[in-house]
């Protein structure tokens, strides 16, 4: 590895892609890239979809999606993993076996993407005990939303309280920190919980008044991937992270008739919002 690789930050991303362009590996190569990382890909998913929902999903083969892993890791190698929608078993188990064989190398931030955000189910129910059994324990991140986090943790979370007693309840199922991000709560201010080394902290902001957030996850997590690739503490990763999505949000160009994307590229070519 290069002084140069060290500095950017080599981030593989493992997730679907978005046609539209706001979520998925096209927001988390937008991502990655805006913070001055470098993004690799292993597509997971095709799928038709818009700010207005997922039209369709054509899946890849499971043997394709660690193949392409392997050739990048083998040859470019990374300084971490982000990892979005894993659809059923047979990829999760995939993608779990190529990092096992990485034997403890760089830190995955594991996405847990079940649901788009108009409501279309990303993960196949069959897959949510093979996710919680051999790929949460893989993971240095797990962050989940409130959706995922209820899934994951089996308990109803609608209050802060709530959300820290899930997060660590997800914790205890081998990750070394979760971030649970709170947007799906009411309420004026917006909370995110981060637990680790047993600690809880709490991350508010004001909550922005916008239909333009499709992506945010996708996001954060790909956000703090390039933070904790370009050698970052978690907490610092997570403040970065948190800060790049707010601007990203505050700044939405405001296309699209739906859940609108986000501004990925306000650290490179500012633009003002549109309609």
Do not use: W
């Not at 939303?145 to 943790?153: D, K, L, Q």
């Not at 508010?204 to 996850?217: A, E, L, Q, V």
């Not at 992270?241 to 859940?259: C, D, E, K, M, Q």
Request: proline share 5%; hydrophobic share 45%; with cysteine.
């Amino acid at each position: 590895m290069t002084d140069g690789a060290a500095l950017v930050g080599r981030v593989l991303i493992v997730a679907g892609s978005d046609s539209g362009g706001g979520a998925g590996i096209q927001a988390d190569i937008k991502t990655v890239t805006a913070l001055g990382g470098f993004a690799m890909t292993a597509v997971t998913a095709l799928t038709a979809q818009n700010t207005e929902g997922v039209f369709g999903v054509h899946p890849v083969p499971p043997e394709f999606i660690a193949q392409q892993m392997e050739v990048v890791l083998d040859d470019i190698g990374a300084d971490a993993i982000k990892l979005g929608m894993l659809h059923n078993a047979d990829v999760v188990r995939a993608v779990v076996r190529v990092i096992g064989d990485l034997g403890g190398g760089p830190p995955v931030v594991a996405d847990p993407v079940m649901f788009a955000k108009g409501g279309h189910a990303l993960l196949e129910p069959a897959a949510m005990d093979c996710l919680r059994r051999e790929l949460l324990p893989r993971a240095d991140v797990v962050t989940p939303n409130i959706p995922e986090a209820e899934a994951i943790s089996e308990l109803t979370v609608g209050t802060v309280e709530e959300m820290k007693i899930a997060a660590e309840r997800i914790a205890g199922l081998g990750p070394k920190a979760v971030l649970l991000k709170g947007g799906h709560l009411d309420g004026d201010v917006l909370t995110d919980v981060l637990y680790a080394d047993g600690r809880i902290e709490c991350f508010s902001d004001d909550r922005i008044d916008t239909r333009h957030t499709h992506g945010t996850g996708c996001t954060l997590a790909s956000a703090l991937a390039t933070g904790l690739a370009q050698g970052m503490a978690l907490r610092d990763a997570v403040v970065r992270a948190r800060a790049y999505v707010r601007t990203a949000i505050l700044s939405a160009p405001g296309f699209g008739r739906g859940h609108g994307p986000l501004n990925h590229a306000h650290t490179v070519a500012p633009f003002g919002r549109g309609g």
